[in-house]
C-alpha cells in the first residue's frame, strides 16, 4: 500500500527546462531539472552540424535531434537565446533560422518557450552582462554543483539559458525576456537605434 505524501511534498515545485544555444555548425543543449527550488543537471551537450553539405540538411538534422531530446527528458518548457544582431547579414539569417527549427520542435510537442538576450543570460547567471564564456562556464558549474567539460561552451551556455530561466520563473512562455519593460520586439529596437544599416 503507498504511503501517502506529506502536505509540503505535494506542494514541492518540480520542473524540467530544455535550454538551447542555437547555431548552424554548433548548437548547444543543456537539460536542468528544478525540485523543491533547487537545480541539477540532466544532460548537457552540442550537436554537430558542420558535416552536413547543406543548410537544409543541418536544419533538418537540428529538428530531429532537438525532438529526440524533448523525447527523452519531457521538459515543461524551453529557454532560447535570442540571436544577436552582427555586421554578416546571411549569417543572422543562418541564426535565425536555427532558432525557429528548434523552437518548431518544441512547439510540435507543445512546449512553451521564452527567448533571453545573451546578455541577460551573463547577467542573471554571474551578475555581469559582459561575462566571457569561461566566466559562465566557471559559475554554470558552481550552480549546478557539477563538473563541466571547459571546452564544451556552446553547451555551458544552453546550461546557463536555462538556468536564467529558473530565475525569471516568472516569466510568460512564448516572450522575450530583455529585462527591459518594451513592448517593441529586439528587431524594432535595432531598427530604431541603428537606421543607417537597414536598406
Known amino acids: 500500500m503507498p504511503i501517502p505524501l506529506a502536505a509540503s511534498e505535494l506542494e514541492s515545485y518540480d520542473k524540467i527546462i530544455l535550454g538551447v544555444d542555437p547555431g548552424t555548425q554548433i548548437a548547444g543543449y543543456g537539460v536542468i531539472r ?71 520542435a518544441a512547439l510540435s510537442r507543445g512546449i512553451p518557450i521564452v527567448e533571453y538576450s545573451p546578455r541577460r543570460v551573463k547577467q542573471s547567471v554571474t551578475g555581469n552582462g559582459n561575462a566571457s564564456k569561461e566566466q559562465v562556464s566557471h559559475m554554470v558549474g558552481h550552480l549546478l554543483n557539477a563538473e563541466l567539460n571547459p571546452e564544451f561552451f556552446d553547451a ?32 524594432s529596437a535595432f531598427a530604431n537605434e541603428n537606421p543607417g544599416r537597414i536598406s
Open 156 to 187: 555551458t551556455d544552453a546550461l546557463a539559458i536555462a538556468i536564467c530561466h529558473h530565475f525569471h520563473k516568472n516569466a510568460l512562455p512564448g516572450t522575450k525576456s530583455t529585462g527591459k519593460k518594451s513592448k517593441k520586439g529586439a528587431w
Open 34 to 104: 528544478i525540485q523543491k527550488d533547487q537545480m541539477s543537471m540532466l544532460q548537457y551537450g552540442v550537436i554537430h552540424l558542420s558535416k552536413y553539405s547543406t543548410h537544409e540538411l543541418k536544419l533538418k538534422k537540428l529538428f530531429d535531434r532537438m525532438i529526440q531530446l524533448i523525447e527523452e527528458h519531457l521538459p515543461d518548457e524551453m529557454a532560447i537565446e535570442d540571436p544577436f544582431f552582427g555586421k554578416n547579414v546571411q549569417a543572422m539569417l543562418k541564426l535565425g533560422r536555427a532558432q525557429g527549427v528548434a523552437m518548431a
